[in-house]
């Protein structure tokens, strides 16, 4: 039988390994001063006080991590609400996945969810790319994170897909231990939210069948949509497009990767709306096709509901109507909402320095807001 010692370069941490990371983490200047952003309102030696009592990862979780998450939500949106809890049974272990537009928050708004049901928390798929210091890292695995690794080369690429492939077959069939992971790798930078075929791929590589379909669903795959109302990173995400438009080979800093997590933590989101889907239904007629085509129809099913569940919100079908030119939606928001949402798009734009083409970015950001609605009417 697999041990979980087999995954140490890539799991979460165990309880018997709290206490020490505590102590490393408050003697750590960094994540003390971001103990002054995460809890403005309370001085840092109360904080570290009360984590040095922390004893388990249970604990780290509702006593740090589900506090904050607590604060944000009142201060950062107009409400966190979810529908289709009621497919999620306590009793069994799922893989949750979902469309992925914030680098931090679309999972842990899912265990929050999770959480206020008695569900177990998942541990959580994060690329290895946002982790920069070994802080962060020995904070995200307090947080239940297990290392997506990326960028290697062919062969070790492979390996370290396989070795993430058995981690989370593991966790799901013999620890019952729920997972999330996004259904693409990086976040979505246009609103058209589409799973990987690599992502089913790598899925499918720990399974003991020649049969996709028999080892995805294994897995009791969950797709979850998340629909937030705005999103702070969206100009980020649109210059971002025009400097790669403008030059192919730009690639995001790690300057930039923490301004987008920070961004999308504090900033406006409005309302937030969680779908939890029926766990994925494989007809076993689809096991005659081959292997990449199983591996389609499991991305597809996943997209269906993905898209057919997202909450559509007055700032969506403004933004489809702006980017069609039509009316086509115009009984879903009035006038108001219109220019309210125009000006908030405007003076998120305005936040970009030296800015050479606003035109672009203006039309990225609309259709952003408009592609869940382009992508809901296909499954209709």
């Not at 983490?25 to 922390?54: G, N």
């Not at 669903?217 to 998340?226: A, C, G, T």
Request: charge should be negative.
């Amino acid at each position: 039988m697999t041990q979980i010692s087999d995954f140490d370069s890539i799991r979460p941490f165990n309880d018997s390994e709290v206490s020490e990371v505590i102590d490393k983490l408050c003697s750590e200047q960094y994540f003390l001063r971001i103990l002054t952003y995460l809890f403005p309102a309370r001085p840092v030696s109360e904080t570290v006080a009360s984590m040095k009592q922390i004893r388990t990862i249970d604990d780290f979780q509702t006593k740090f991590i589900l506090p904050f998450l607590d604060e944000l939500i009142s201060t950062t949106t107009e409400g966190l609400t979810a529908s289709g809890l009621e497919n999620v049974d306590s009793q069994h272990s799922y893989l949750f996945m979902s469309n992925h537009r914030d680098i931090i928050l679309d999972s842990a708004l899912i265990n929050v969810k999770l959480h206020e049901r008695g569900v177990e928390t998942t541990e959580i798929a994060i690329g290895d790319n946002l982790l920069i210091y070994d802080w962060i890292t020995d904070l995200v695995k307090l947080n239940k994170s297990f290392v997506v690794r990326r960028n290697l080369p062919v062969r070790q690429q492979l390996e370290a897909s396989e070795t993430l492939s058995t981690f989370i077959r593991d966790s799901i069939v013999n620890r019952h231990q729920n997972i999330w992971i996004a259904q693409r790798e990086g976040r979505s930078k246009n609103g058209d939210d589409q799973t990987q075929g690599s992502v089913i791929k790598m899925l499918n590589l720990s399974g003991s069948s020649h049969n996709v379909i028999d080892n995805i669903r294994e897995l009791n795959i969950v797709p979850v949509s998340i629909s937030y109302e705005y999103d702070p990173c969206d100009y980020l995400k649109a210059h971002q497009a025009l400097l790669k438009r403008d030059n192919p080979g730009y690639q995001k800093s790690q300057s930039e990767d923490l301004t987008h997590m920070s961004t999308g933590l504090r900033g406006r989101k409005g309302r937030v709306h969680l779908s939890f889907g029926t766990p994925l239904s494989l007809d076993d007629s689809l096991g005659q096709l081959g292997k990449n085509a199983q591996i389609t129809m499991v991305a597809d099913a996943i997209d269906e509901q993905i898209h057919s569940h997202y909450k559509l919100w007055p700032c969506n079908y403004i933004a489809y109507d702006a980017v069609s030119g039509s009316t086509r939606f115009a009984d879903r928001y009035t006038p108001a909402d219109r220019d309210e949402f125009m000006a908030y798009v405007h003076e998120h734009i305005s936040r970009i320095d030296s800015l050479t083409d606003a035109d672009f970015v203006l039309r990225n950001i609309l259709e952003m807001y408009a592609n869940p609605v382009a992508n809901k009417m296909k499954t209709v």
